[in-house]
């Protein structure tokens, strides 16, 4: 079962055995009691891949900037969006959606792969000298002292 989705993998048999019936999404959410949109979203699915969409994928596919830039080209020249992720393998045509959202907004950039985790510099590593590290070491022993006069006068404060 997907990890995100509210259907149960009995559910999913089921909607399959029904959409191949010829019942709706609406009609097959309505007989088994499940919401409509999950439903809608996992016959979008049906469509495009037909009872493989039962088999969940051991892992998420990328797609290089040129098979992004291709699939928006392609659905901005008329094509639908189904008939292009059939035709690339996607895994849903919302894919191709998002992308043509993405390039609207920001062009071409936004097809690009973006790095992943921190930027490189962003926390740079300051060589420390012996200085500083004694400074901070007396610091440290000043931070140690005053507790622990504190301490011995809140003892001597409960005592007397």
Known sequence: MRAR???SEFQREQLVAL???GLGYTAAANRLGVGLYAVKRFERRFKLHGRLCLVEKPTK??????VKKEVVDRFIAGESKMDLAREF???SD???SSWVRAWRAGGDEAL????KGRPKGSSPTKTVTEEDRLRREVEKLRAEN??????RDLRNQRRG
């Open 112 to 115: 690009r792969p973006k790095p």
């Open 89 to 91: 393998g996607l895994s």
């Open 5 to 7: 989705s509210s259907l």
């Open 19 to 21: 959409f191949e019936q």
């Open 61 to 66: 596919q990328q797609f290089s900037f040129e």
């Open 146 to 151: 005053a507790y622990l006069k504190k301490l």
């Open 94 to 96: 919302q894919l191709v």
